[in-house]
């Protein structure tokens, strides 16, 4: 832009100072004497009014020049319209981003909604991803992360540090292998390009033994617009945020761990302040999400929500100031119900042995289940709580459970995705697992 100036400039000065005096010559062609003195003088004069000419051009060009500046910086700065789609995946998450035809995932739901996410993706014409955001490695976070890397150009990938040794991280890795794709943890307050938009990373900022703590966290930014992520950190993990310094009040907030009261805390919302809530969740999903306090700390606070769960999914619109909504917030705020004790009575629990299919045997090297309780003639009606008390003292066969130690998760015995042998753990029952610490229920045997 300098350059052209100066190039405009000169030739301008340089056709002026020729006018001048080709003026001059031809004024002067067959005078003496007096007219040659006077002709000097007009000269003179000529050459003062060529230098204040030359003032008024530059003067004008310069004026003009800084207009186009400020134009084309008005242009540069312009902010773009930015889509967040809260993609409705049952209970997990997954967040596409568009601005100024670049795109960005956080989080790819469970291992069942490769296709579901892909659809969504290429519906909204989106064929490749400036960003790939793995919040943390559970498996309702990164199930269909390989159909996702496999399917889609991806140009730079983020991952937690937190690492699992199962199938379906160990897919992601091999998925990410097979492309030549190298993957990173963000540093806490470095910020990204997206389009008009940019995200400022806010977590993890420690290392933590648990993976819902690990989660990366950011803020999204688009003009005056701000979204809030966390994935699923808890209650430590957010301590953490709020204390390093980076200013997290936001327009809208993705609520932590799907609504989980081990997230959310009343320290964070009274932070951020937003004015929307969005919940990503299944329906009548056996955790309880959303659950009841931060249910009532949205509300108390005077957030609009919206839930993936009742309302399909969710697409924010931000033009940098305002932002509009596919929906109206829902009106329901209905907690979920944990079934976690109705997991437990299955009706195979509850039902006659006789009646009962009984998995295939499953060799357990630490524990070898007890002889399955005296069977109860069909014909004799049964009474919970005989049953129940039978089942404490002598679990069946298919109702202990196998955890694995390295995730903390648990599996049935028949489930194809046990880990190996050494790093088994049995568990006469589901909630003996849950007590030991086993809070992760595998998503594919659905023990």
């Known amino acids: 832009m300098r350059d052209k100036k100066k190039r405009l400039k000169s030739n301008l000065i340089s056709k002026m100072s020729a006018l001048f005096i080709g003026v001059a010559l031809l004024a002067g062609c067959g005078a003496t004497g007096t007219e040659s003195a006077n002709m000097e003088e007009t000269v003179a004069v000529e050459s003062t ?4 000419a030359t003032e008024i051009i530059t003067s004008e060009e310069e004026t003009v020049f800084e207009s186009i500046e400020e134009s084309m910086e008005e242009a540069t700065n312009e902010i773009a319209e930015m889509q967040v789609h809260f993609i409705d995946v049952g209970q997990g998450d997954a967040t596409l981003i568009i601005c100024d035809d670049e795109a960005m995932l956080i989080d790819a739901g469970n291992n069942t909604k490769g296709t579901t996410i892909q659809s969504y993706m290429l519906k909204q014409g989106v064929e490749d991803l400036k960003y790939l955001v793995l919040t943390h490695p559970d498996a309702d976070h990164i199930g269909a992360a390989d159909v ?25 890795i091999q998925a990410l292998d097979d492309k030549s794709y190298k993957w990173s943890t963000p540093e806490v307050g470095s910020t990204y390009e997206l389009g008009s938009a940019t995200f400022t990373i806010i977590a993890p900022n420690k290392q933590y033994s648990d993976p819902n703590n690990a989660s990366i966290g950011l803020l999204l930014q688009n003009g005056d617009n701000k979204f809030l992520f966390t994935g699923d950190a808890e209650e430590e993990a957010e301590e953490d945020i709020l204390a390093n310094g980076i200013a997290i009040d936001c327009d809208v907030y993705k609520a932590g761990h799907h609504g989980s009261n081990t997230s959310n805390t009343k320290e964070l ?22 659950q009841a306090e931060p249910m009532n700390n949205f509300r108390s606070m005077g957030m609009k929500l919206f839930r993936t769960d009742e309302q399909g999914s969710i697409v924010a619109i931000s033009d940098g100031t305002e932002i509009t909504w596919n929906c109206a917030p829902t009106e329901s705020w209905k907690a979920g119900e944990s079934t976690e004790s109705a997991k437990t009575a299955t ?3 509850t039902a006659a042995p006789e009646t ?24 004799e009606p049964i009474v919970d709580e005989v049953v129940e008390e039978t089942v404490a003292e002598q679990p069946a066969q298919n109702e202990y459970v196998i955890g694995n130690k390295n995730t903390k998760a648990f599996h049935r015995p028949t489930c194809s995705r046990l880990p190996k042998e050494k790093n088994q753990v049995i568990f006469n029952n589901r909630d003996d697992a849950i007590a030991a610490g086993y809070h992760n229920p595998c998503d594919y045997c659905c023990p």
Do not use: R, W
Not at 49 to 52: F, G, I, L, R, S
Not at 365 to 370: D, G, I, R, V, Y
């Open 49 to 52: 009014a060529t230098e204040e």
């Open 148 to 172: 996702i890397v496999t399917k889609f150009n991806i140009e730079n990938i983020f991952m937690s540090d937190y690492t699992k040794d199962n199938q379906t991280y160990n897919e992601l």
């Open 269 to 290: 919302l009274e932070t951020i302040t937003p004015a929307f809530v969005v919940v990503s969740c299944a329906e009548d999903n056996s955790y309880g999400h959303p």
């Open 347 to 349: 009706p195979e629990s």
């Open 356 to 379: 009962t299919p009984a998995p295939e045997p499953f060799p357990a090297p630490e524990l070898t289940p007890e002889p399955a309780p005296e069977q109860i003639p069909a014909s």
